[in-house]
């Protein structure tokens, strides 16, 4: 990416990361049943699906942020918090619904944390995986927003 295409390029917030309701279908004899499908309840294709299990007490995953894929975050089973960060605002969401999720944008700061007991954390991508979409140290994702950090 250039440096015009850097500054054209949409500023997403923490508040851009919205929640989103899977529609369910109960059923009093055989559970629940909550889907995700490409570009219909999910705006976006989905190239990759993984899934986050047995994170110890105390610690946190993600910790980084994406130049330009998004993600949707379901808690598939316990809960767990999301902390988003735009650099300058922070927001921390709860998910402990199998059936609602979160979407985050690009260039939003992510770490996940406070999991519960067997916690199963299911994300879904909007493209494969890239060592160079990921920022994994704080200051350089400041430096990569041109937001200063000490204002």
């Known amino acids: ?72 975050i379901v808690a598939a089973s316990g809960s767990f918090c999301i902390t988003l960060d735009d650099g300058v605002e922070k927001r921390t969401v709860m998910l402990n619904q199998p059936y609602r999720g979160l979407i985050i944008e690009p260039d939003i700061w992510l770490t996940l944390h406070d999991f519960s007991s067997g916690a199963v954390a299911l994300v879904f991508t909007s493209d494969f995986y890239s060592a160079e979409d990921h920022i994994k140290d704080y200051d350089e994702y400041i430096r990569s927003i041109n937001i200063n950090k000490y204002e």
């Open 1 to 72: 990416m250039n440096e015009h295409d850097n500054k054209s390029k949409k500023r997403f917030s923490v508040h851009d990361c919205e929640l989103v309701n899977l529609e369910r279908f109960p059923s009093d004899r055989l559970g629940n049943l909550s889907v995700v499908e490409s570009n219909r309840n999910m705006p976006f294709d989905i190239k990759r699906i993984f899934f986050i299990y047995d994170v110890p007490g105390g610690e946190s995953r993600g910790g980084h942020s994406h130049r330009r894929i998004r993600e949707f």
